[in-house]
């Protein structure tokens, strides 16, 4: 049976509703205009889970571009340059909103955006007659609802399948680091560019732009059943991240060699440890199963713990004069933190 | 962006056509095109952005038959919402292509208009790469400098959330609320970074240095997580705020270009945090390793502040030379 990819099912659900917007518009619009068409492309291009909320969005923003374009009109439509000019005014101000959100263009700044680019839709068909506004408001209406039931009849998202597809590239490249970390420990002279690569990839996924982690999650109006679980999930799997970043900072500081010997082994232990969880769980979420269990949940953490606390001084004053104990500590404690959040993430997950 | 805009509408002025809207509007979209790379691949990413939206709002616009129209709006709308969403940088370019075959197909013109229309689009086209390879001598020169401080300023509004959530009660209940925030803040920055990674070598010890300023700040943010009574920053609040406050600061003076880095008022509010840590938390807590934690932190923040290769590109006289 042929199996689809999401990029494949989004651009088809999108093709098939424009097509059929087109169809209808065609033999049944109520205006002699193409706005039908135009609003349903613009409301299908919502993210996951949010069709409803973000569809309304849409059809309020062109609404709202109607009147104003029709207030715009009375005083310049004997003056076409400077109606362009105003236009143009409009759509700079939302760019520079846009840019100031961010320095790239993605699907989210199309939103700011989409205000002035609907203004110049509007001008394209422009209103003689309150009549005709009438008309034009229901072809919205129907442009924008055949818009939302497309995305829910066509290709329907299953949630559940795409959080999991979407949130399984970012620990895989969480994994990746923390092998490239052992081997920092393990093989000190290799190549330091090795984990900096690492490091890039997870970053690299976790930009909204790259379509690889499910930003969709956080958005306005979000399946308000689903939501509250997915963005537990994705919160702790956030906190992960942020805990092995942190970690390159504390790896790229010079210890004194002799204070780290005896405890390389223990961290060694816990980064592996940490790591088959990891994995555990990406396994589950690729496959949803669970291949194996580990069975030392907590010994090496207390085993790292206590060898800490054999070499650093047991009072925490002196600390102070002993930045390296520190570093050591704040090592060991994000160890456990990791730890911490990958048992919440494994309790998380449905048997 | 607005000397694209002043000449696209001289161009409107002067040809004065019908379809002249559609030259001032291609050169407002098209001027939001960027690959973020060299010259070379941005004005070939926009020509062939003009080119083929002229082409396809050509065969949109001459009045197909219903049924060829819907054949071809399909095939187009199919590979330009998959390219869109298959490599999401040519988000804007895909979808600039297909939000004009949707108009055109919808605005059906004579051969003449129609070719008038696709005329227009490649003018538009034409005026954004005139003042992309005209301005780009300059943008050059200035974007490396100007993307450190756009990173600086990312860094601080992301320093800014993260004591957000220590200083605010409502923190544990309206958890996703601040943590929507940290995450789009930690987006801003690590999209700055891509785009850092872009401008070679001139930056790549001070990009080091900025990346270890996140490194350390993750690093005192998981503390609001961490402590599990939240109540125990109410008891080094004021603390907490004044600290806040001085690396806002610290922050504002790299960001201005300031010749010479001052953290003396920073490293003297840390000191009473370490004496308020010694004298109150360090008793309460439930936890005062996490807080001994986050003195590290900060110390490693203000050494890392300090660093040559961070004050050297911020200041005024140390223009990174590309």
């Not at chain 1, 990958?342 to 048997?351: E, H, I």
């Amino acid at each position: 049976m042929l199996t689809l990819t999401y990029s494949q099912k989004y651009a088809l659900r999108i093709a098939i509703t424009v097509t059929v917007v087109l169809i209808i518009n065609y033999y049944f619009a109520f205006t002699e205009q193409g706005i039908m068409v135009a609003t349903g492309f613009l409301v299908s291009q919502t993210t996951k889970g949010t069709s409803f909320r973000q569809g309304g969005f849409f059809l309020l923003t062109i609404v709202a571009a109607l009147f104003v374009f029709s207030l715009l009109a009375v005083f310049f439509i004997e003056r076409p340059l400077q109606l362009q000019a105003a236009l143009a005014f409009i759509f700079i101000i939302s760019s520079l909103l846009a840019w100031k959100s961010s320095p790239t263009f993605n699907k989210a700044q199309l939103r700011l955006l989409i205000f002035s680019i609907l203004l110049w839709i509007v001008c394209l068909f422009p209103v003689h007659h309150y009549s005709v506004m009438q008309n034009q408001l229901i072809d919205l209406a129907l442009g924008a609802g055949i818009a939302i039931l497309g995305k829910h009849l066509i290709f329907p998202v299953k949630l559940g399948d795409e959080f999991r597809h979407d949130v399984t590239p970012v620990l895989r490249a969480v994994a990746d680091y923390s092998t490239a970390l052992i081997n920092v420990f393990l093989t000190p002279h290799q190549d330091p560019n090795a984990l900096t690569q690492k490091r890039e990839n997870i970053e690299k996924i976790l930009l909204s732009s790259s379509n690889n982690f499910p930003e969709w999650v956080y958005e306005v109006g979000f399946n308000p059943g689903l939501r509250s679980g997915f963005r537990f999930f994705l919160i702790h799997v956030e906190r992960l991240t942020e805990l092995y970043l942190s970690l390159d900072y504390l790896t790229a500081y010079h210890l004194d060699t002799v204070s780290l010997y005896d405890l390389i082994p223990l961290l060694v232990t816990t980064l592996k440890e940490n790591q088959a969880l990891l994995q555990e769980i990406i396994e589950y979420l690729e496959k949803k199963k669970i291949t194996t269990t580990s069975a030392h949940l907590v010994e090496d953490i207390l085993a790292l713990e206590t060898a800490l606390k054999q070499i650093t001084p047991t009072s925490l004053d002196l600390f102070d004069l002993s930045p390296d104990y520190l570093v050591l500590t704040a090592f060991a404690h994000t160890q456990k933190a990791i730890r911490e959040i990958l048992l919440q993430l494994g309790k998380a997950l449905p048997v | 962006m607005l000397l694209v805009t002043v000449t696209a509408l001289a161009a409107y002025f002067f040809l004065n056509t019908s379809q002249s809207a559609w030259l001032v509007w291609t050169a407002l979209l098209l001027a939001h095109i960027s690959s973020g790379e060299n010259l070379f691949k941005q004005l070939q990413l926009i020509f062939f952005t003009g080119l083929i939206a002229a082409l396809t709002v050509f065969i949109a616009g001459c009045g197909l038959f219903i049924i060829l129209l819907a054949v071809c709006l399909f095939v187009f709308t199919l590979f330009c919402m998959w390219v869109s969403e298959q490599y999401p940088q040519y988000f804007l370019p895909a979808f600039i292509i297909n939000f004009f075959l949707v108009l055109a197909s919808s605005l059906p013109l004579h051969l003449g208009a129609n070719s008038e229309r696709s005329i227009s689009i490649l003018l538009g086209t034409g005026i954004v790469i005139l003042w992309q390879v005209v301005c780009w001598p300059y943008s050059k020169q200035s974007l490396a400098k100007r993307l450190i401080k756009r990173t600086l300023l990312r860094l601080q509004r992301l320093n800014q959330d993260i004591f957000s959530c220590y200083l605010q009660e409502e923190f544990p209940t309206q958890l996703y609320v601040y943590e929507r925030r940290l995450h789009q803040q930690k987006n801003q920055v690590m999209r700055c970074f891509a785009l850092l990674q872009t401008q070679g070598k001139c930056v790549t010890d001070c990009t080091k240095s900025l990346a270890a300023l996140y490194d350390i700040m993750l690093g005192y943010a998981s503390i609001r997580w961490q402590e599990t009574d939240h109540s125990t920053f109410a008891l080094c609040a004021e603390e907490l705020k004044a600290l806040a406050k001085e690396m806002d600061a610290v922050f504002q003076q790299l960001i201005k270009g300031k010749d010479k880095l001052n953290t003396a008022m920073l490293t003297m509010k840390l000191t009473e945090f370490e004496q308020h840590f010694q004298t109150v938390l360090n008793v309460t807590a439930r936890e005062p390793l996490l807080f001994l934690l986050f003195i590290f932190y900060i110390k490693s923040f203000i050494t890392t502040l300090n660093t040559e290769a961070l004050t050297r590109s911020f200041s005024t006289s140390g223009e990174p030379s590309c």
